[in-house]
């Protein structure tokens, strides 16, 4: 007697693993593609291409619609790098690659290194709602101080001990409802007028603000916003880039070897 099956002697385990493992393939293949839609074709410090390039091709373009009325962003489009003086203001001591890179000017203001900031749209990041994600806590009736120090009228003391001013405001991202930067006003010897400090730069005592990246001398040269009631991308950047340049730049004994 014989009897029928409807697959016969097709391995249906097996076809499942192969399907399985080509299509695994295939979304890595697709995943790293798409991460390469941005910082590709890689390049070395000279400019000419990197010998360790990405395996696979570029993606096509995509075009991506924005939000909020802010038109088409395609990407990678034959990007070239935005910042094109990076060159111009950092030196190099010798030919051989993995040598670091000096700074020919002021590096806290050059944006170079640890103060390295991204070309990022000079427009605010909005909310859901298309409002501006980060704002000044006194343009807001609805945040208030619940728990820790209020910082503000705290004096602020630099990397040197310097007294540069006092907290004024604090800034909150509403959507997220934390505390993104601490504004200040500075005296006039050491600049004068407000400025920004992010707060994980910041460490707030029960009498001080602290601010250990930079000292007094630097806080004139911490950019300033265009408008007091918002934050821009790029704005956002380069106040956090020069904090953080000041970690290693802010004195010539920072840039030797910590023991």
């Known amino acids: 007697m014989t009897e029928d099956y409807i697959l016969g002697n097709l391995d249906l385990a097996s076809i499942s693993l192969w399907l399985f493992f080509i299509f695994f393939v295939g979304l890595v293949i697709w995943i790293q593609r798409e991460n390469q839609r941005e910082g590709y074709p890689l390049l070395d410090e000279d400019g000419t291409p990197a010998d360790a390039g990405g395996v696979f091709p570029n993606p ?3 075009t991506f619609l924005l ?24 030196t190099r001591q010798f030919d051989s690659g993995g040598f670091p890179f000096d700074p020919v000017g002021n590096p806290l203001a050059d944006g170079v290194g640890p103060g390295s900031w991204a070309p990022r749209r000079d427009e ?5 709602h298309g409002h501006p994600k980060i ?14 120090r209020d910082p503000r009228g705290l004096p602020v003391v630099a990397g040197d001990g310097a007294i540069v001013g006092k907290i004024t405001d604090m800034w909150i991202d509403e959507p997220e409802q934390m505390v993104r930067y601490l504004e200040m006003e500075l005296d006039a010897e050491y ?21 250990r990246s930079i000292f007094g001398e630097h806080f004139a040269g911490v950019p300033q ?3 007091p009631q918002q934050i821009t991308k790029l704005e956002e950047e380069k106040v956090s880039a020069y904090y953080g340049g000041g970690t290693l730049y802010a004195s010539k004994a920072r840039q030797e070897p910590q023991l």
């Open 67 to 90: 939000p909020h009325g802010r038109g088409e962003y395609t990407v990678p489009s034959g990007q070239t790098p935005e910042r094109t003086d990076i060159d111009a203001k950092l």
């Open 60 to 62: 096509a373009d995509k």
């Open 135 to 148: 704002i000044p806590m006194s343009g807001s009736e609805h945040f208030r101080v619940s728990a820790g």
């Open 191 to 211: 600049g004068g007028g407000s400025r920004l400090v992010p707060i994980t730069f910041t460490r707030i005592w029960g009498n001080r603000v602290k601010i």
């Open 225 to 227: 916003l265009a408008s």
């Open 124 to 128: 605010p990041e909005l909310d859901g």
